[in-house]
């Protein structure tokens, strides 16, 4: 063995050279605190999605007409007066009177009874979703 080791001392002094400088690599990283793991960015919100199950949706044009009216009857009584025949007689909140008008009302009839003079207007009869109410013989 002493004749191994005086045959190849350069080799074992160069395996002790390669280990030192491994050993002291190790302990300046672990002085410095050096990490060579990825870094991992904390998450971030891109984007906020809200969700809804549309329960309550109104599916119905004619209803979502008479809700955007709701409690403004005389801005409604405008709307329904645009209205055609047609389309009088697909909403829950307007009726066709005998004057050949769609005006602002309900299956009782139509909202307002006079016009804006304060003349009594007289409906003999009118249409609530295509059925005649009041006197309909003619």
């Known amino acids: 063995m002493a004749t191994y080791l005086q045959n190849d001392y350069l080799s074992i002094i160069w395996i002790f050279v390669v ?4 050993f002291a690599v190790l302990i300046i990283i672990h002085v410095k605190k050096i990490d060579f793991n990825k870094y991992v960015y904390p998450p971030k919100l891109v984007q ?47 009726v066709y009177t005998s004057s050949s008008k769609c005006s602002a009302g309900t ?21 609530y979703k295509n059925k005649c109410y009041g006197n309909c013989n003619q």
């Open 19 to 22: 280990v030192f400088i491994l």
């Open 48 to 94: 906020e999605v809200t969700l809804e199950t549309m329960q309550s949706i109104n599916i119905s044009p004619s209803n979502g007409f008479c809700e955007s009216y709701f409690g403004k009857t005389n801005e409604l009584e405008k709307a329904c007066n645009a209205l055609t025949e047609k389309r009088c007689s697909e909403t829950d909140c307007c």
């Open 107 to 127: 299956i009782d009839g139509a909202t307002y009874k006079s016009d804006t003079y304060g003349n009594t207007l007289h409906h003999d009869y009118y249409y």
